[in-house]
């Protein structure tokens, strides 16, 4: 059986990862510290690196640096170990539409959370992209504590993924290696809101830029 190690555990993806696993507090395992890196024994086969700094609407130049750090403390500690990392939509430019995107495709995001999920493609061995999660985040848990009501900018078509799913795409991933879009559907922000029985008033009408990737993995 693999020995696994978690990163960002108590994140919300990592909630979501039920495999017996290290998950080492951040007191106990500071990826962006050299020294806390070299001072926490483990010694596995696989590490499930959820830990991140910064989100999309709100990254910096710092975030970007801690991100890049977290990874290559990750490679330099555990040279033998199979990392398994998620990669993220924002990686193929939100500015402009983006439209059944392939893992191949090139962009040049200008936010430092674009720019962090482009740079570190090809540093692990398996990188899962989701576009959205279709779970108690964001959009969804506003629709559902929202008192049956919600405002929006503007729909826009996504490509999700069932957070209940995500186990079994990194047990998947164990013996693979590559960048895999792990979108399940497509749905409009509105589909959403009917599905969740929530009432949605828009800002602006029309839709706004689709963000749906090209699916490759059912």
């Known amino acids: ?28 395992l500071d990826l962006t510290n050299e020294h806390s890196c070299w001072n926490y024994k483990w010694d596995g086969d696989i590490i499930v690196h959820c830990a991140n700094s910064g989100t ?83 959009f969804i848990k506003e629709c559902r504590n929202g008192n049956g009501k919600i405002v929006i900018y503007q729909d826009v078509k996504f490509s999700w993924t069932k957070e209940e799913n995500i186990n079994k795409y990194v047990e998947w991933s164990f013996d693979k290696k590559g960048v895999y879009n792990i979108c399940e559907f497509d749905m409009t922000l509105t589909e959403v809101a009917n599905k969740e029985k929530a009432e949605i008033t828009y800002l602006h009408e029309g839709m706004g830029n689709e963000y749906t990737g090209k699916i490759t993995i059912r």
């Open 56 to 138: 999309f609407k709100n990254s910096s130049e710092l975030d970007l640096k801690h991100n890049l750090t977290m990874m290559f403390n990750l490679k330099n500690r555990w040279p033998k170990a199979k990392i398994i990392t998620f990669g993220s939509g924002a990686m193929f430019d939100k500015r402009y539409p983006i439209i059944k995107a392939k893992e191949t495709d090139i962009a040049y995001p200008t936010d430092y959370y674009g720019m962090y999920k482009r740079l570190l493609l090809g540093i692990p061995d398996v990188t899962l992209v989701i576009f959205g999660m279709y779970g108690d985040t964001g």
């Open 1 to 28: 059986m693999e020995k696994i190690l978690i990163t960002g555990a108590s994140g919300y993806i990592g909630r979501q990862l039920k495999f017996k696993a290290d998950r080492p507090t951040h007191q106990e």
